[in-house]
């Protein structure tokens, strides 16, 4: 799948959205702004650690747009969502092998790393890698009320998406008043 | 009973999550934290936590991280990246190693460099070193809260040494 299909298919989805740094939040703020939507503009491989520390603080669904290269980055924090489970997150990351935001340079998930036994080893049951649409979006809903990771195979390649053009306060702002109405 | 004094604190600042990294000098704030039935996350490596407090911020709650000073240069970015550019408030304390009496090498670079990394990076920090002087850190700690700062408390040997 092509990325941005992977986060149109997820942006479907009723909840909250944390969305790794570069062009994936480039990609969402151009497929659907909306004030649930927190773009990441730096510190990255934190993508997973905001959406748990989102989920275990609020009843909302938090869905987790990360990628292969920031998660390898946090590893860690696939054993920290393991072992403090919270029912309302998903974590999608989308595999396409590669650092997309700088330059196409390969991951090791090209080579003979794999991200679902990590997953899984670092202790969470729930962990489904899907290839398709359709494979995607019945993972989305099959997994509604638990703490799943989703892996999603996807090819290298940006879209030519404009930049964020709000001030990272912006961003948090009106991400934070919509909870509180 | 200066873990209770400061987790009283902790207490009274409103802190809903705790986030920590072990460490012997802060163990006994830990345990206390546990009996309380504070929120309690131990996370891998410090700048995890930081990203988790980030989350629990935008969630409208107040997050603290307990780590040694040490772990200051693992979340360097986050904290200048994340924390600071969406101006997100954050409590940060932590046990001030390096200084005397310290048994282990390897703590003293960065316990000198720790309170200059801060300064470099505009963040206010406040050393305690005396019981005394845990009077009037809520009233800093609301003010972070009030203002979307981060404020870093360094804990001193001292503190535990005083009360023994």
Known sequence: MKRIDIIKEVSKCEGLIVCNIGFPSRELYYISDRSENFYMLGSM????????????????????????????????????????????????????????????????????????????????????????????????????????????????????????????????????????Q | MIDKKIVDIIESAGIDVVLSLPCNMLSGIMEEIDARGIKHVSVCREEEGIGIAAGVVLAGKRPMILMQNSGLGNCVNALMSLTTLYEMPLLIMMSHRGGEGEQISAQKPMGEAAPLVLDAMKIDHISIGEINELDGLKTDIDYAFDNNEILAIFLKRDLWHETN
Do not use: H, W
């Open chain 1, 45 to 180: 491989g934190l993508a997973s650690s905001i959406g748990l520390g989102l989920a275990m603080s609020q009843e909302e669904r938090v869905y987790v747009i990360d990628g292969d290269g920031s998660i390898l980055m946090n590893l860690g924090t696939l054993a920290t969502i393991a072992n403090n489970k919270a029912d309302n997150l998903c974590l999608v990351i989308i595999d396409n092998k590669s650092y997309g935001s700088t330059g196409n340079q390969k991951t090791y998930t090209v080579g003979s790393t794999d991200l679902e036994a990590i997953a899984r080893g670092a202790g969470n049951s729930d962990v489904v890698r899907v290839k398709n649409n359709n494979e995607l979006s019945s993972a989305l809903s099959r997994f509604i009320n638990k703490s799943v990771v989703i892996i999603v195979e996807a090819e290298p390649g940006n879209e030519n998406v404009p930049i964020i053009d709000l001030e990272p306060v912006k961003i948090k702002n009106r991400f934070m008043r919509r909870q509180v």
